[in-house]
């Protein structure tokens, strides 16, 4: 059990900063449209081009935290990603 537990814990990190860079892609992309259209809100921008065309599913990084809580019995330890 120890052993997969450090697997979800490797896993959970390397999937936050995934996360944080593709939101930062995300947002780098939001910008350069909303330089074209000013008029428009940042954040119906991203409703538009992001949000509902890639769909809901379910958040993998939270699903993997509570399995390795049902494994151990703690909460997985958050760190900060930067």
């Given at each position: 059990?120890?052993?997969?537990?450090?697997?979800?814990?490797?896993?959970?990190?390397?999937?936050?900063?995934?996360?944080?860079?593709?939101?930062?892609?995300?947002?780098?992309?939001?910008?350069?449209?909303?330089?074209?259209?000013?008029g428009v809100p940042w954040s119906t921008l991203k409703t538009c081009e992001i949000a509902t065309p890639a769909g809901s599913s379910m958040d993998i990084v939270k699903g993997l935290k509570i399995l390795r809580e049902k494994f151990t019995g703690e909460p997985y330890p958050d760190k900060e990603t930067k």
């Open positions: 059990m120890a052993r997969a537990v450090g697997r979800l814990d490797d896993t959970i990190e390397q999937l936050e900063k995934l996360h944080k860079v593709a939101h930062d892609i995300f947002d780098a992309h939001i910008d350069d449209i909303r330089r074209q259209n000013p």
